[in-house]
Structures are given as structure tokens and as C-alpha cells.
């Protein structure tokens, strides 16, 4: 069913997410991995808005260097807009305009909240009424991580990272979030990781077919305490995007030395998050990493999925 909204523009906000945890099962024979991960939505946000139109279209702007991303119908925002106007039998098209602000091919899933804006974005502007299950569902189909852009907060993802249930978290977290001027491929990453798991298949234990969270992650959550999440902050993929990028070993060490409780690098890279103790902490490595010429971020999470804003 379609309603006429009458509106002509509309605003919708998504966050950028940090996965404090990131454990990756085995290789299956489709060449995927289930995984167990938590997620934290933090407040790096992508704007969408979304315009009445007769086609398809997308355009990009913001701090974030955008002149290699396509905008043809391969892109994900593009692909999310035609498959909600397919789902619910819209005729017409939309253009969308989004400000940048998470990394592109940076592991916080900047794509994926395009995605996740862009549904609740097309929703809203047409009138179609799809409702939060469905857009839930086509999210799922669209990639692993826009379901979690869609719904924000804390929670644990399973098998690829799109079956969630939602995680506790008291407070607030202070991060400061270290961008690399460059992306890497997740695929990649991943390829290494297995590459890495042979390498070193006498000294590892052999990877579980369907990883789970550690309870230590989540008790931390539960109780607000940075410093009980800092001993538990684990990535699988780190390993393996360090050896793609030596760089970020520096970045790490320098993170560490100047006040952060711990870093990590987020999702497959290259972004390294630093979990800070409190705002003071986190202003303090701020300046420390500015100082030596990194570009840095800082946030807070958990925050809300997608919304959209009253300009």
C-alpha cells in the first residue's frame, strides 16, 4: 500500500558501528564464515536525504573522500531504494544525497548505514508503509551488517553477523576512533585469516564452526565498565589486517601509550578504535594522536540505529 505523504524530502541518520568483539568460525564449503560478534553503534553517523524522483540516483558529499565510490545501480544505496520500491510495488524512483562521515571500506560499516538510511528513507518519503519487520528483512538480504545500522544500540550478531538479538548495555562508552587514509577489502582480510589459520595450524587451536561470544564481553556491557570491556575487546580479523597493513601496528601502539584502556582494530579494517576510561581520557588521546598527524574521531555508543530527523 502506498500513501500520499505529500512530502518532498526526507532525513534519515545511521551509525557507524564498532565491533568490540569479532570472533570468525571456520571456512565453509560456500568459502563464508558464520561469526559471533558484538556490536556498538557509535555517533558517527551517515545523513541521507531522500527526494522525490522519477529514477534512480545517489550523490555523495562530506569530509570523506568520495570520488571513487560509484553511483551507478551497483551501488548499495541504490540497490537498497529499488529493492524496498520493488517489495512494496512503488512506481516511482528517489534521489538520494548522502554526507559522509563513516570511512568508506573502513570496518564501520558506512555502506551498510547508507543502506539501512536509505530504507527507512523511501519508506517514509512514499508512503509504502512497509513496516520495521519487513525493512528488517530486506536489510538481511542486502548485507550482513545493515540489519544492525537499522536497529543500533548493542547486540549480539550470529551467522553472518545479521541474526541479532538485542545486548545490554549500561552508560556510556568513550571512543576515539583512529581513520586510516586508505581502505581494505574484506574479502581480503577475510582470505588472510584462513591463509593465517593454515600458517599456523600447529600452534592454534582449530576454529569453531559456530563461534559465540565470550561472556566476559557481555557481563562487561551489562555493568558500564570501560575497563572490564578493555580486557575483553577481541577481533579475529586484526591479525590478519595487520599483515596487510603493518601501519596500524603503530597506530596501536601509540593509541596505547598515550591513555587509551585498549585498541582494536574495527571489524576487517582499517579503522582502530580506542576504548578511552572516561571523556577526560578520551579528549586527552584526541590531541595526543592529532598531534602526531593521524586523523582521528571521537564518539560515544551505544547510540540509536536508523531515524529520521526533523530538519
Request: include cysteine.
Amino acid at each position: 500500500m502506498t500513501v500520499n505523504t505529500g512530502l518532498r524530502t526526507v532525513h534519515v541518520r545511521a551509525p557507524g558501528k564498532i565491533n568490540v568483539f569479532l570472533k570468525v568460525g571456520a571456512v565453509m564449503d560456500d568459502g563464508y564464515h558464520d561469526v559471533a560478534t558484538a556490536y556498538q553503534a557509535v555517533s558517527l553517523y551517515e545523513e541521507v536525504r531522500a527526494y522525490q524522483a522519477d529514477d534512480f540516483s545517489v550523490s555523495f558529499t562530506g569530509p570523506i573522500d568520495t570520488s571513487e565510490l560509484i553511483t551507478d545501480g551497483s551501488n548499495l544505496a541504490i540497490r537498497a531504494a529499488r529493492m524496498a520500491a520493488h517489495k512494496a510495488g512503488y512506481r516511482g524512483g528517489v534521489h538520494l544525497e548522502i554526507v559522509k562521515n563513516v570511512p568508506i571500506a573502513g570496518g564501520m560499516g558506512g555502506g551498510s548505514a547508507d543502506a539501512a538510511a536509505t530504507l527507512l528513507a523511501c519508506d517514509t518519503l512514499w508512503g509504502t508503509e512497509l513496516g520495521r519487520e519487513e525493512l528488517l528483512l530486506l536489510a538481511a538480504r542486502l548485507g550482513a551488517d545493515v540489519p544492525f545500522a537499522f536497529t543500533g544500540g548493542t547486540a549480539i550478531g550470529t551467522g553472518r553477523g545479521d541474526q541479532l538479538s538485542p545486548a545490554l548495555a549500561k552508560g556510556t562508552f568513550q571512543w576515539v576512533l583512529a581513520l586510516a587514509d586508505f581502505g581494505s577489502s574484506t574479502p581480503e582480510v577475510y582470505r588472510e585469516l584462513d591463509r593465517h589459520r593454515d600458517r599456523h595450524a600447529q600452534d592454534i587451536f582449530p576454529a569453531q564452526t559456530q563461534p559465540s561470544v565470550d561472556a566476559d564481553v557481555l557481563q562487561a556491557l551489562r555493568a558500564g565498565d570501560p575497563h572490564m570491556l578493555a580486557e575483553s575487546l577481541y577481533n579475529d580479523l586484526q591479525a590478519p589486517a595487520l599483515h596487510l597493513a603493518p601501519s596500524l601496528a603503530k597506530v596501536l601502539e601509540l593509541g596505547e601509550a598515550n591513555g587509551a584502556l585498549a585498541g582494536i582494530v574495527s571489524g576487517s579494517g582499517p579503522t582502530v578504535a580506542f576504548l578511552a576510561a572516561d571523556l577526560d581520557g578520551a579528549l586527552e588521546l584526541q590531541i595526543a594522536l592529532s598531534a602526531a598527524r593521524y586523523t582521528v574521531v571521537r564518539a560515544t555508543g551505544p547510540v540509536h540505529g536508523a531515524r529520521v530527523i526533523s530538519d
